[in-house]
């Protein structure tokens, strides 16, 4: 059978700052590809800068079909950025992954959460406050890991991997904010052991 796979979230799904072919959700379909899966290009629903209540709205205009076998969620980096209350994260995110579920076709299984990486270890945040990004960004994925439990959904940790950048300058992109393709892999070598298993089920 040929999979299809819908990939929803913001500028760390849509791949700002790097090339189509280097996004995340291409880098795992190609893998799984390589691996003997038939997969379609993954359908994206992201745009850089969105929130929780944005991508909502652009889920509710492009009304997603419910057939897909696989989903990715990855959202919440905008809301944090931005200030806005974490309550509303909490409400939204769950509001999300219910959706993507349905998206799933209302399998939990067939849906995966990536956390959202530590932006507060690039050049960009180096006149901000990356303890304070930190920690609120640490609040935001303990809320997302205790949801996804809820609803047992797979939450793949790529946070501690990402504060690496802090030392490893490859792992940024050029406009010194977003990840490189490199690390986009490295978030897909996290996450691939786990969807391998979805599809095999």
């Given at each position: 059978m040929t999979y299809k796979y819908l990939a929803l979230g913001d500028s760390y799904t849509i791949g700002e700052a790097v090339a189509p072919d280097e996004r995340w959700p291409h880098i795992l379909q190609g893998r799984l590809v390589g691996e003997g899966f038939k997969v379609e290009l993954p359908k994206i629903i992201a745009t850089t800068g969105w929130t929780t209540d944005e991508l909502q709205a652009a889920i509710d205009k492009e009304k997603?079909?419910?057939?897909?076998?696989?989903?990715s969620l990855l959202i919440g980096v905008n809301n944090q950025y931005r200030g806005y209350p974490i309550d509303q994260y909490k409400k939204e995110f769950e509001s999300l992954l219910q959706q993507a579920i349905v998206f799933a076709k209302g399998k939990s299984e067939r849906a995966f959460v990536l956390s959202i990486p530590d932006y507060?270890?690039?050049p960009f945040a180096?006149?901000?406050d990356p303890a304070k990004i930190a920690k609120e960004l640490?609040?935001?994925?303990?809320i997302a890991k205790r949801i996804c439990e809820q609803y047992q959904v797979a939450f793949v940790d790529i946070t501690p991997g990402s504060r690496r950048?802090?030392?490893e300058p490859a792992l940024v992109a050029e406009d010194g904010l977003h990840p490189s393709g490199k690390m986009y892999k490295e978030w897909v070598?996290?996450?691939y052991?786990?969807?391998k298993t979805m599809l095999a089920d």
């Open positions: 997603p079909s419910s057939d897909y076998d696989l989903v507060g270890v690039t180096a006149s901000k640490n609040e935001y994925n303990a950048a802090a030392k070598d996290a996450a052991p786990i969807v």
